[in-house]
């Protein structure tokens, strides 16, 4: 595979370097050069300064047969990516008349019979550029080839530099390098309530050696951890069957964590379980304070599966709206299963629905005792079955410890419609 | 200025170079040291390859004095920024007692009586390396001082990263290059329900001239518009009574919109106005599904002011649990001012509480009709002094929409409590 194309990616601004704009033009053309089977090798973020410029795309031709510049081509002194990467490849910038002419044209649609001088520079292109229409804005696209490699400058406007790669640059790649793409796939399975280190060692055996055509990234966030699956080959049906290999080896193992979800979020595997069951789901929530709510309707249409729910922040709601015993509250506290379990069992009663669940728990960062540490969770769900508790104890701050129990609560609710 | 500290700032990692993830830590450190005064002179991206993160951080030091390497830290095999720097500067892994130590206790406090393997490796450091805690995961930040540089290594999860940088590196940095930092001192006023647009007019003639000591910054989303201030001057003091001046030719302007909370979130705010009037409150929520009981239990101590609520996603709830008249319902609709008064009302009796939160609404992308398009919500606010609705026309998606009437109503929460 030592001939697959690579590519280097240059994006600049000093917008981008002191953090006012987040970057997100690079994580884009990513995705699409990925999606062609182009590697992308290296990545720098510059100012706009025309050394700092070149010194990136010297770096990046040295390791990459492509490399994608984008911002600097606009209308301002501190826009200065076009004539920096023109005196590097030696090439006079020269106005192009059919340029000119259609951005005469944009201006004077705009009521403006006069092109503002500064716009004029957007007309001028290095000797023997390839020209990428924009439909979106005045600066073009631009590809200057030499025998090293493919430059192409892109405007920093996402919408412009979105438009013109896919009107342009996509098909003029494919052309460029036509012999040498190949395909890669990606495939992720969701999983949540196991660490990363332990499903780590559980996949040990599982996984395919490092250097195989299919390779595994664990991601982990405070809701669980995806593995992305990536294959190489030289054809995408081929990819795609190294990873119905590879998943199938790996499925096993995960059983007991994994959901199914084209989102990623567990919410969707909730939603379609209660779509097949015919059932509607209501919660009680106190730790998580409407969190759990807040994600169930997250998504439209929602109404046809969840009614709603209470916010039982005060044990006063959790007796008089929810209906949880005085007794229990005062002989086991509001952080306690038998609390957990009644919450949820309230929740059906009240809202007359077939599922409910109840989370009862010490977000933190005050509240916890010897006996119930900050991240005790009791989580319960009720349904004609029966009620299912568990107790958990999450680690990290507040935050973590409230999207860590909606996430365990959605789990468990999860189960109990699977089961 | 030549003397300024500059940095050089490598994120590691390929789902940031295929894009799968967008790098947003590179912009926050960016903003971070920025603040400091301290100049991002390059950014780099790289693959989970021990050769390529080397590589940056070596073109890293030939231009900066500190470099900041995040992600590559975790305990799986593509995890390999530690040894890849260890290497580069002949420094020994080592098992470091303290951290291992650390490591076991978190582990044993989730119930697991043996460390894994893999992360032991996390307990490895470069000899002579700066250890900074991680209160919220498993790898610790490090320094690494050479006579030409600083490097630090930070993980790559967004949140662990942000602590170990606000909890430890900031101030290591402050003791590190103490005489070469400038003072650069921010300000933000918060507003919201105004557009950005709307502001940009009324302070034109406020504002201070673009070339100024102190510059300011529109900074807008779903929630307002925040104006970031910055002052730049030769000490502190000297910057801050320049900030003084802005804010005070500022303030006459903003008066309708704006909110004094130190978190920038108007919850904050409530919190106080609810505090200082020793009322509590409760919410309705339709549309909003969860969202605003969620905000205002984001933060600790939210079980002084805020008694619960209830989710009243389907009318079923809005009457039988809130008491939401079925009169109202048929003649008004379930988006209606009426039906918004009964919720708040509704949810002031049953809760027991002196203030009460409607909120009900068409979130989109389904539900719209030509007198009440998507984007409609009625919100009310009721306690002793009587009902206060307002109708709103939020633009965007269905996420917009509810971050909107979420953000609006809690407004109408504070201008009734401060009436």
Same mark, same amino acid.
């Given at each position: 595979?030592?001939? @697959?194309?690579?590519?280097?990616?240059?994006?600049?601004?000093?917008?981008?370097?002191?953090?006012?704009?987040?970057?997100?033009?690079?994580?884009?053309?990513?995705?699409?050069?990925?999606?062609?089977?182009?590697?992308?090798?290296?990545?720098?973020?510059?100012?706009?300064?025309?050394?700092?410029?070149?010194?990136?795309?010297?770096?990046?031709?040295?390791?990459?047969?492509?490399?994608?510049?984008?911002?600097?081509?606009?209308?301002?002194?501190?826009?200065?990516?076009?004539?920096?990467?023109? #005196?590097?490849?030696?090439?006079?910038?020269?106005?192009?008349?059919?340029?000119?002419?259609?951005?005469?044209?944009?201006?004077?649609?705009?009521? $403006?019979?006069?092109?503002?001088?500064?716009?004029?520079?957007?007309?001028?292109?290095? #000797?023997?550029?390839?020209?990428?229409?924009?439909?979106?804005?005045?600066?073009?696209?631009?590809?200057?080839?030499?025998?090293?490699?493919?430059?192409?400058?892109?405007?920093?406007?996402?919408?412009?530099?979105?438009?013109?790669?896919?009107?342009?640059?996509?098909?003029?790649?494919?052309?460029?390098?036509?012999?040498?793409?190949?395909?890669?796939?990606?495939?992720?399975? /969701?999983?949540?309530?196991?660490?990363?280190? @332990?499903?780590?060692?559980? $996949?040990?055996?599982?996984?395919?050696?490092?250097?195989?055509?299919?390779?595994?990234?664990?991601?982990?966030?405070?809701?669980?951890?995806? $593995?992305?699956?990536?294959?190489?080959?030289?054809?995408?049906?081929?990819?795609?069957?190294?990873?119905?290999?590879?998943?199938?080896?790996?499925?096993?193992?995960?059983?007991?964590?994994?959901?199914?979800?084209?989102?990623?979020?567990?919410?969707?595997?909730?939603?379609?379980?209660?779509?097949?069951?015919?059932?509607?789901?209501?919660?009680?929530?106190?730790?998580?304070?409407?969190?759990?709510?807040? @994600?169930?309707?997250?998504?439209?249409?929602?109404?046809?599966?969840?009614?709603?729910?209470?916010?039982?922040?005060?044990?006063?709601?959790?007796?008089?709206?929810?209906?949880?015993?005085?007794?229990?509250?005062?002989? /086991?506290?509001?952080?306690?299963?038998?609390?957990?379990?009644?919450?949820?069992?309230?929740?059906?009663?009240?809202?007359?629905?077939?599922?409910?669940?109840?989370?009862?728990?010490?977000?933190?960062?005050?509240?916890?005792?010897?006996?119930?540490?900050?991240?005790?969770?009791?989580?319960?769900?009720? /349904?004609?079955?029966?009620?299912?508790? #568990?107790? /958990?104890?999450?680690?990290?701050?507040?935050?973590?410890?409230?999207?860590?129990?909606?996430?365990?609560?959605?789990?468990?609710?999860?189960?109990?419609?699977?089961?």
């Amino acid at each position: 595979m030592t001939d @697959r194309v690579g590519a280097a990616v240059v994006s600049v601004g000093n917008e981008l370097l002191n953090g006012e704009t987040v970057d997100t033009n690079s994580a884009w053309i990513g995705r699409r050069l990925t999606g062609m089977g182009i590697e992308i090798r290296r990545r720098f973020t510059v100012a706009d300064d025309a050394g700092e410029i070149r010194t990136a795309v010297r770096e990046g031709i040295e390791s990459a047969d492509l490399v994608i510049v984008s911002g600097g081509l606009g209308p301002t002194r501190d826009d200065l990516t076009r004539p920096a990467v023109a #005196e590097m490849f030696g090439r006079t910038l020269r106005v192009n008349d059919a340029l000119l002419e259609a951005l005469r044209a944009r201006f004077r649609a705009r009521g $403006l019979d006069e092109l503002p001088p500064s716009n004029i520079t957007q007309a001028e292109i290095p #000797e023997g550029a390839v020209v990428f229409e924009n439909a979106y804005g005045t600066a073009p696209g631009l590809a200057v080839e030499t025998d090293a490699a493919v430059v192409v400058l892109l405007p920093g406007v996402p919408r412009e530099m979105r438009g013109i790669f896919d009107d342009h640059v996509r098909l003029y790649l494919r052309e460029r390098f036509t012999d040498r793409l190949t395909a890669i796939e990606h495939r992720v399975i /969701h999983t949540t309530g196991v660490p990363e280190s @332990r499903l780590g060692e559980l $996949l040990e055996g599982a996984l395919p050696p490092a250097d195989d055509a299919v390779r595994v990234a664990f991601l982990p966030d405070l809701r669980g951890v995806d $593995l992305r699956l990536t294959a190489t080959a030289p054809d995408a049906e081929l990819a795609r069957r190294l990873l119905d290999e590879a998943e199938a080896s790996i499925a096993p193992v995960v059983v007991p964590w994994r959901f199914i979800a084209e989102s990623g979020d567990i919410v969707e595997a909730v939603t379609d379980a209660l779509l097949g069951r015919g059932w509607r789901m209501a919660v009680a929530e106190s730790c998580t304070g409407g969190l759990i709510g807040k @994600r169930m309707t997250d998504r439209a249409g929602a109404s046809e599966i969840f009614r709603g729910g209470v916010i039982a922040y005060d044990n006063f709601v959790k007796m008089n709206v929810l209906g949880v015993s005085p007794d229990a509250l005062e002989a /086991h506290g509001a952080v306690s299963e038998e609390v957990a379990a009644q919450m949820a069992t309230g929740a059906c009663r009240r809202f007359e629905t077939e599922l409910g669940i109840g989370v009862t728990g010490v977000a933190g960062p005050g509240g916890g005792s010897r006996t119930k540490p900050v991240g005790t969770v009791w989580i319960a769900s009720a /349904h004609e079955g029966g009620v299912v508790t #568990e107790l /958990h104890r999450f680690v990290g701050d507040r935050r973590a410890v409230r999207e860590r129990a909606a996430q365990a609560a959605l789990a468990l609710a999860l189960g109990a419609l699977q089961g």
